[in-house]
């Protein structure tokens, strides 16, 4: 059964920092692309970043540039998204996906979701 269990959200102060954590399993974890999505109240799925199979390639949206950084361990078979400087404006359920040709946001497979609300 293949499955990404997405884990780390909570709540956290505007300009603290978050890491979000992304497990696989019930498939060969370095044969894919991994990305990261976001939904926020009331809004559609906004892309965040991807990398490539080994993270040697990564890539991120304008709005999050410079403050998250994505990484991945296929020995671990985990995807992560350190997530610092955080404003309100990122709270959201951060999805992570999987897809087997790159960057084409064609997703194969995704997770469940974790909360992320930035909030003082």
């Known amino acids: 059964e293949v499955q990404l269990v997405e884990s780390g959200g909570g709540l956290v102060q505007p300009g603290g920092s978050l890491r979000l954590s992304c497990e696989a399993s019930?498939?060969?974890?370095?044969?894919?692309?991994m990305t990261w999505v976001r939904q926020a109240p009331g809004k559609g799925l906004e892309w965040v970043s991807a990398?490539?199979?080994?993270?040697?390639?990564?890539y991120y949206a304008e709005s999050v540039k410079g403050r998250f950084t994505m990484s991945r361990d296929n020995a671990k078979n985990t995807l992560y998204l350190q997530m610092n400087s955080l404003k309100p404006e990122d709270t959201a359920v951060y999805y992570c996906?999987?897809?087997?040709?790159?960057?084409?946001?064609?997703?194969?497979?995704w997770g469940q979701g974790t909360q992320v609300t930035v909030s003082s």
């Open positions: 990398t490539n199979w080994n993270g040697g390639d990564s």
């Open positions: 996906a999987g897809e087997i040709n790159p960057f084409t946001r064609e997703y194969n497979y």
């Open positions: 019930g498939f060969t974890f370095d044969d894919y692309a």
